[in-house]
């Protein structure tokens, strides 16, 4: 079983950055495909970014391409989020999950993830 802990959250203003962690525990997280996910007040849990367990493939959702860049460092059993030009419209709780997916997996949906962190809160205003 892998549990996650995400951390980094915050208040930030317009067109600032965060970086956002996820650290794990759990021998298998390196070969786990990681995702970030985000969900604001009254909306659905939507995903933002995945990356794979071989060759760091990514997937990103097209409001944070170009602006959110996930990666992960294995031997430290952590993912990162590096969010910048945040906007208003990028407030919600982030959350990271894992699954046992396939090498090059950077799954979008958020039903194939097993194991979930509690999350973060990230507010953009000014």
């Known amino acids: 079983q892998v549990q996650l802990a995400e951390s980094g959250g915050g208040l930030v203003q317009p067109g600032g950055s965060l970086n956002l962690s996820c650290a794990a525990s759990?021998?298998?997280?390196?070969?786990?495909?990681v995702g970030w996910f985000r969900q604001a007040p009254g909306k659905e849990r939507e995903f933002v970014a995945a990356?794979?367990?071989?060759?760091?493939?990514?997937r990103y959702s097209d409001s944070v391409k170009g602006r959110f860049t996930i990666s992960r460092h294995n031997a430290k059993n952590t993912v990162y989020l590096q969010m910048n030009g945040l906007k208003p419209e990028d407030t919600a709780v982030y959350y990271c999950a894992s699954r046992a997916g396939g090498y090059y997996d950077t799954s979008y949906d958020k039903r194939l993830y097993r194991n979930w962190g509690q999350g973060t809160q990230v507010t953009v205003s000014s």
């Open positions: 990356i794979s367990w071989v060759g760091n493939n990514t």
């Open positions: 759990g021998s298998t997280f390196s070969r786990h495909t």
